[in-house]
């Protein structure tokens, strides 16, 4: 191997992770706008209604994916049927998308009796439904960015396209009611969705294709229900967390942890970012995994760290922009928060690590722990005050952690318990420049 392939593989894990985090960064700050702009022009009473529609769309979106999209970045088909594995994988997370907003809708008289008016008008029915499969054709075009080792292309089309077209429709909505706010959020999905089309066959090559055979989807079905079930896990204490707040210690305790908890997923996005360029560099090249181990969780530790400090450090002033009760409220909360970012750090590595490796079982029971110790510890500590559910998040996270270091640990030391890597497989005709994977540095077929 070539003295500066190792350099040049750690420059590719820092230049992807700046990506990804360069388009958290984009979607957070396009969508602090929005929703000043949006406080502005509606009354707290849309803004409200808007908000429960706007994170079921959210959901959806996730649940929608199925595990394609780990799939797609663990597990891409051949060059020459790499066309045909992404127009399925795109088909089937748009439907998924749009039966499970009917469903959500179908649901509402047990969980949502004031939404129950949306169902009462059939073009607000099917606008609700298309909407969510944009959000998870959304979601699944940025596995398709990441897989193809160009997250630059997020940016574009995550970050920028669907921040500028949905800060753009607020204002001039504002006779739909909170349906203006739903549908900006929607078009943003929509313009990103467009964008992100546009970037796939510009960029990658890619055509719609309908062709089954080599899309490795079938063979793969295993991955994919296992990262979905992991992934279902791991959303669990994000769901229940606010509930246990809510029971506990009521509404106004529920916004404060809103806030700290969104400050915090930005410290967190640092851990992710370095995270999702692992899982794409380690699924290109698994043989470079052990280094690849290493040297991100250098970069994770490094970049983590001071930032957890500054939050912790600033928890007070950071809230302060709130109001100045946030400050005393959430403040502890915060602390929190950025100390246990440093055990979600470790869990989220860990997380991606076991599915480079396919430890498929051990990455369901890993995220098991998490949500049990989280959620367990949350009840139990919750009448104690809010800043107990922060270290019940932390707790879990490192519990989590733990339990995943100590897997990858056995996995080295046990031959043959980790699954080898999957056989690439190759056209038999000779390859030409359209038969090359997706990547930098490819040519674009014609």
């Known amino acids: ?78 060059s020459h049927a790499r066309n045909a594995q992404l127009t399925l994988a795109l088909c089937a997370v748009a439907a998924a998308g749009g039966l499970l907003a009917l469903g959500y809708l179908a649901g509402l008289p047990w969980y949502g009796e004031k939404l129950l008016f949306v169902r009462e008008n ?26 193809a080792r160009a997250p630059e292309l997020n940016v574009l089309s995550d970050g920028l396209t669907q921040g500028v077209a949905k800060l753009a429709l607020p204002a001039f909505l504002t006779g739909l009611g909170m349906y203006g706010i739903v549908g900006s959020t929607g078009a943003g999905f929509a313009a990103a969705v467009l964008c992100a089309l546009f970037l796939m066959r510009r960029r990658l090559g890619f ?20 990262s979905y079930l992991s992934g279902l896990l791991n959303l669990l204490p994000q769901l229940i967390l606010p509930l246990i707040v809510l029971h506990h210690l009521g509404a106004e305790a529920t916004g404060y942890f809103y806030v700290a908890f969104q400050i915090a997923a930005l410290l967190n996005a640092i851990a992710f970012s370095v995270g999702e360029a692992l899982f794409a560099e380690g699924s ?37 922009v709130f109001g100045p009760g946030y400050s005393d409220a959430a403040g502890p909360l915060l602390v929190a928060f950025a100390v246990g970012s440093l055990a979600v750090a470790l869990s989220a590595w860990a997380n991606f690590a076991l599915k480079i490796t396919r430890q498929l079982r051990q990455l369901i029971v890993n995220n098991a722990v998490f949500a049990l110790v989280t959620v367990s510890l949350a009840l139990l500590w919750a009448p104690r005050g809010l800043v107990w559910i922060g270290w019940a998040w932390g707790l879990g996270n490192l519990a989590s952690g733990l339990v995943a270091l100590t897997a990858l640990r056995r996995g080295r030391k046990t031959p043959g318990s980790t699954p080898p890597p999957a056989p690439v497989l190759v056209p038999e005709h000779p390859q030409t420049p359209a038969d090359r994977p997706y990547g930098p540095g490819t040519r674009t077929p014609s």
């Open 1 to 78: 191997m070539p003295r500066h392939s190792r350099p040049r593989k750690v420059h590719t894990v820092y230049r992807n992770s700046l990506f990804v985090l360069a388009t958290t960064a984009t979607t957070a700050a396009l969508g602090f706008l929005f929703w000043v702009v949006v406080a502005r022009f509606y009354t707290p009473a849309q803004v409200g209604i808007a908000t429960s529609l706007i994170s079921a769309i959210s959901l959806i979106s996730y649940l929608s994916q199925f595990g394609l999209n780990s799939t797609l970045i663990r597990f891409p088909a051949a």
């Open 122 to 147: 059939p073009f607000a029915v099917t606008t609700f439904a298309v909407l969510c499969s944009f959000a998870a054709l959304n979601q699944l075009a940025k596995s398709v960015f990441t897989g």
């Open 207 to 226: 055509r719609f294709d309908l062709r089954v055979g080599g899309t490795r989807l079938r063979e793969q079905f295993t991955y994919s229900l296992a």
């Open 284 to 320: 290109h090249d698994p043989t470079q995994l052990p280094m690849l181990l290493r040297r991100t969780a250098v970069i994770i530790a490094a970049a983590q760290t001071p930032a957890a400090a500054v939050i912790a450090g600033g928890s007070g002033l950071i809230l302060w």
